[in-house]
T-cell receptor, first 115, second 110 residues
Framework: NAGVTQTPKFQVLKTGQSMTLQCAQD?????MSWYRQDPGMGLRLIHY???????DQGEVPNGYNVSRSTTEDFPLRLLSAAPSQTSVYFC??????????????FGPGTRLTVT | GESVGLHLPTLSVQEGDNSIINCAYS??????FIWYKQESGKGPQFIID?????DKRQGQRVTVLLNKTVKHLSLQIAATQPGDSAVYFC?????????FGTGTSLTVIP
């Protein structure tokens, strides 16, 4: 299994540009999520999905859109990039863990810079 | 909103010693807690989890302790090795949304 894959690894955008960060998993996980990681702030949830066709907002959803047309893919769209969106973005997928919770598997991340 | 914090931002330990990383959480309704390890340039990696109906859970060289009275979580790493050097995060959830702490950087001194 490839696990959770993300593309691209690095991206530089100009303010106002739009782009899509790709995320795919081959573990047949129902739950997928997007986080951003900023220095000193840990990971913050942007959007998540509990299954194909179902998405919901997380802690910091403004400026981002998601869709979940298949179990495998969960793309994150930046509608109009702003310097405040400069961050490292992680996608994760999950299945119920041994404790009855969600053991999340994270992708390698996309480092985005908005100038 | 949720507030998950760590008591110490950095921790240095001698190789072979035990490490203890602490975490405080503010939402008494949180029912599931996870510890993650993140190495430089990589995504977080699951270490161990615990439900709110448990006080302790052990894995391979790691133990998580949960004190719901004071809303405190700790990760104990036995016989710390150089490969354990990383940033460690705790996270909490009451459902589908996870809230992460800011992380503790663990450095193992050979």
């Amino acid at each position: 299994n490839a696990g959770v894959t993300q593309t691209p690894k690095f991206q530089v955008l100009k303010t106002g540009q739009s782009m899509t960060l790709q995320c795919a998993q081959d573990m047949n996980h129902e739950y997928m999520s997007w986080y951003r990681q900023d220095p000193g702030m840990g990971l913050r949830l942007i959007h998540y999905s509990v299954g194909a066709g179902i998405t919901d907002q997380g802690e910091v959803p403004n400026g981002y859109n998601v869709s979940r047309s298949t179990t495998e893919d969960f793309p994150l769209r930046l509608l109009s990039a702003a310097p405040s969106q400069t961050s490292v973005y992680f996608c994760a997928s999950s299945f119920p863990g041994l404790a009855g919770g969600y053991e999340q598997y994270f992708g390698p991340g996309t480092r985005l810079t908005v100038t | 909103g949720e507030s998950v914090g760590l008591h110490l931002p950095t921790l240095s330990v001698q190789e072979g010693d035990n490490s203890i990383i602490n975490c405080a959480y503010s939402n008494s309704a949180s029912d599931y807690f996870i510890w993650y390890k993140q190495e430089s340039g990589k995504g977080p990696q699951f270490i161990i989890d615990i439900r709110s109906n448990m006080d302790k859970r052990q894995g391979q060289r790691v133990t998580v302790l949960l004190n719901k009275t004071v809303k405190h979580l700790s990760l104990q790493i036995a016989a710390t090795q150089p490969g354990d050097s990383a940033v460690y995060f705790c996270a909490e959830t009451t459902g589908n949304q996870f809230y992460f702490g800011t992380g503790t950087s663990l450095t193992v001194i050979p």
